[in-house]
C-alpha cells in the first residue's frame, strides 16, 4: 500500500516569532501567526517587527528542501548570522528545535542553501516535525544517495578541488550524500575508468568538477561504457545507441563551462550542487560525429568550422596565456578572414520540433522537447523504411563558407547570454546548422556583434539557418571529380577561375587560402575536415532543469498561489 504524506499544522517559534507552520504532501510553509498578526493592527503595532516577519515567510516546496536535521543547543539567531547580545532565557533553554534546509533563488538563476530553524517547547512535537518532514523526503525517489564524483585539478584557474571541498562537499553532506572522489591525474583519466573500471551498479549519478573538456570526458566514458555494458555498437553507422541511465552533474570549474550555463543558467558551483541534491533531470542530444565511416566522437555544444575551428587551433597554441588566449585568437582569426569551399547536405528536421528562428526558447519543462522526435519514433524495420525514404529529403548546398556551425543547444554563456543559436533546444532530437557564407570583414563583424545583443544574428543575407536531424559536410579538396566538374560546367567563366585556384591551394607557395579548416568539437580540435553527423535524441542527463522562467520565483508567495 502506498504510503500517505503526513500534513501537519502546528505554531512554532522561528527567528522572526511565532508562526503557522505547514506542511503538505507538495510544501513546507510558515508565515506570521494569526494571533500576532492581529496584535500587530492594534496598538502594539511595530512596523519594523512586521516588516522583518514578512520577509521571513516562505513557501518551500517539499522537492526543494534539502535536509531536516535536530538542532542542538542553537542559537535561535545563528542561521541570519545575527549575534545575540543577551543570554538565552530559561523558557528558550527548555526548547527543542530543528533546522530545515531548502533551496532559495537568487537573481540570474543562481540558487544559495537558505536554513530557517523552527522551536517549540515540547520535544514530542519536534520529533513529530522531524520525523514528517524526513518520511516526506524520503518519498522523493529521484535524489541521488551515492554519487562518484571526478575533479580535474587543472581546470580552468585551478580551483577544482577547492571549489569542490569548500562549496560543494558540504552541500552533499547534509544532503547525507555519500561520495567516492577520484581526483584525475592525466587527460582522459575519467573517460578510462569510467569505460572500464568503474563499478557503476553502485551510484546513482556522476559528477565531474572543471569545465567543458573535462564534462566531455565523462561523457564519453559513459556513453561507451552503456553502448558496451548493453551491446550496442557506437562504430556502427545506424546503430540506435542506449540512453545512459546515470544522470551527470556539471559542477563548473573550467574556463569555459558553456553544458552548465545553458542547461542551469548560471555558473555557480553551489547552484549546480543544488541541482544534483535535489535529484533534478534533464535529458540531453548527443551528436555523433563520423568520417570515412569511423566514428570519431561526440558533441553536446557546438561544431564549428571555419572560424570556430581556426581560432581553437590557434589559441590551443596560446595555452599558457590561458582563458585570455580566446580573446586574442578570435581576434587574429576574424582578421585573417578566411573562407572555406565545400558541400554541406542536411536532414530537415520535423515541423514539430520548430524552427531556429522561431524565438521558442527551450526553457525548463520545455514543450518542445517533449515531443516524440523523429529519431526516437526510429527502430528496426521502420529505422530502415523511414531512412530511405528520407534519403531523398536530402538538401545540398554548396558554397564558400566563413563559417559552418551545429549547433546542438543554444551554446549560452556569460558573453553571449543568448547563444549561438538561441531557439536551439536540449533535447528534440535536432541541431541548428548555421552557414556563414563568405561576406565582408564589416559585415561578418556585424553578424558576431549580434551574438552579444538582441538583435537577430541570422537576419543577414550570408547566413542561413537549418534545424536537422542529421548534416555531411564534404570540403571542395575532397570532393569528387564528378562532383568538381560539373561545378566547372555549371559557369565557364568562374570554371576557369575555379580551376586556377584549384591548382594554387595544391602548392602553398603560391600564399592563398588553405584548403580546408578543422572542426572545433567542443573545445577539442578534430583534424578532419570532411565528417558526417548524426543527432541521438536524448542519449544523456544531466541533474539539471534546463533554464526556469525566472520572474515566476520573485516573489516568495507566488508558489503557494500555484
Ligand atoms: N589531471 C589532469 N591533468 C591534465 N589534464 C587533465 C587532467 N584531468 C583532466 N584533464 C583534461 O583537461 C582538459 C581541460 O579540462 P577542463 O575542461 O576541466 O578545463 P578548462 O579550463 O575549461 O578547459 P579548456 O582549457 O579546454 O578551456 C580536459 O580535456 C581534460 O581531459
Known sequence: METQPRALCSQLTSQHGLCDVTLTGAFLSWKEAETCRRRAAGHAYDPRKAGAFK???RCVPLCEIVAVQETEGEDPGADTGERRSAPRSPAECNQHAFTVSYVERGRKH???CSEVTFRCTESRLCLQWLQAIKEQLALLTTRPKRLL????PYGGKQRGKRIYEQKVAPIFCRASISTDVIVTERANHARDHLKTEADLQKYDGIVCVGGDGMFSEVMHGLISRTQRDTGADQNCSGETLVECSLRVGIIPAGSTDCVCYATVGSNDPVTSALHIVVGDSQPMDVCSIRADDTFLRYSVSLLGYGFYGDML???ERKRWMGPARYDLSGVKTFLSHRYYEGTVSF?????????PRDKLQCRSGCNICQQPSADKRLCGKEDRALDG???GAWQ???GKFLAINAACMSCACPRSPKGLSPSAHLANGTVDLILVHKCSRLDFFRHLLRHTNKDDQFDHPFVEVYRVRQFRFTPRCQETASELELELREGDGVGRARFFSQICRKHPACGCMPTHSCWNCDGEILPHAGIEVRVHCQLIKLF???IEEQTVFDDPYTLCAI
Open 55 to 57: 520577509k521571513g515567510g
Open 110 to 112: 543562481r540558487w544559495q
Open 149 to 152: 564524483v571526478y575533479i580535474n
Open 313 to 315: 587551433t590557434d589559441s
Open 347 to 355: 536532414l530537415l528536421a520535423d515541423s514539430n520540433v520548430g524552427t
Open 389 to 391: 525514404e528520407a534519403k
Open 396 to 398: 545540398v548546398i554548396r
Open 544 to 546: 539539471a532543469r534546463g
